[in-house]
């Protein structure tokens, strides 16, 4: 891959995954939680991540074909998860579940990492769908590698991002980061949406 084609693919995964706008989303998942928590979370995240996008910037689509899984029906399965998301954040449920738990051990914390932070925010349908493209480019292994160093380096950015996510949670205050959770959950339900439309288009059930 050459510089040309390295930067693209660079530019291609950055605004897929957009390492800016999970930030807040990671804050909002993670509000109240010790910084070593955050870190576990982050790195499980962006791990996790990375080998799901290394499973299909191999086997592509066969993956999904194997199983009888189309892409429009992972992505309207993905945008469905979502949107159950964007409701607990709406809502606060995430906090009342926290208020619930307070008297259970130290150490049991809610566990974002998995779901919805590395999939579907992390490696998505749009991520997955631009990682099998990239690496369709040429036959060679040398662009598969490629591809997934191009992942790896985007992925090191929303870690390093998400490891200062203390320090916005004391700079915003309580009160700060409930309205942000709030209107990042209209964003997540809009996204959800746009994630089932684009599903039910790629049917042919929706123009």
């Known amino acids: 891959m050459d510089s040309a084609a390295f930067i693209t693919a660079f530019v291609t995964l950055f605004v897929i995954i957009d390492p800016i706008g999970l930030f807040p989303i ?18 499980r995240a962006c791990i996790t991540a990375f ?4 499973i299909f910037a191999f086997l592509g689509e066969a993956v999904l074909g194997g199983i009888g899984i189309s892409m429009p029906a992972f992505r309207i399965a993905g945008g469905i998860l979502l949107f159950l998301t964007a409701l607990d954040m709406l809502f606060e449920r995430r906090t009342k579940r926290r208020e619930d738990q307070a008297e259970e051990a130290e150490e049991d914390y809610p566990d974002p990492s998995i779901f919805p932070l590395a999939i579907p925010l992390l490696s998505g349908p749009g991520a997955i769908t631009s990682v099998i493209l990239l690496a369709g480019q040429d036959t060679g292994i040398q662009t598969t590698l490629s591809v997934l160093a191009v992942a790896a380096l ?7 991002l998400f490891l200062t996510a203390s320090a916005l949670e004391r700079l915003l205050g309580r009160t700060g980061i409930t309205v942000i959770t709030r209107l990042l959950g209209m ?10 439309l684009d599903g039910l288009k790629n049917f042919g059930l929706a123009g």
Do not use: C, D
């Open 187 to 196: 964003l997540l339900a809009a996204l959800a949406v746009q994630f089932i």
């Open 51 to 54: 080998v799901i996008l290394s």
């Open 154 to 160: 985007v992925l090191a950015i929303v870690f390093t």
């Open 26 to 43: 990671f804050v909002s998942l993670t509000q109240g939680l010790p910084q070593r928590e955050r870190r576990k979370i982050a790195i």
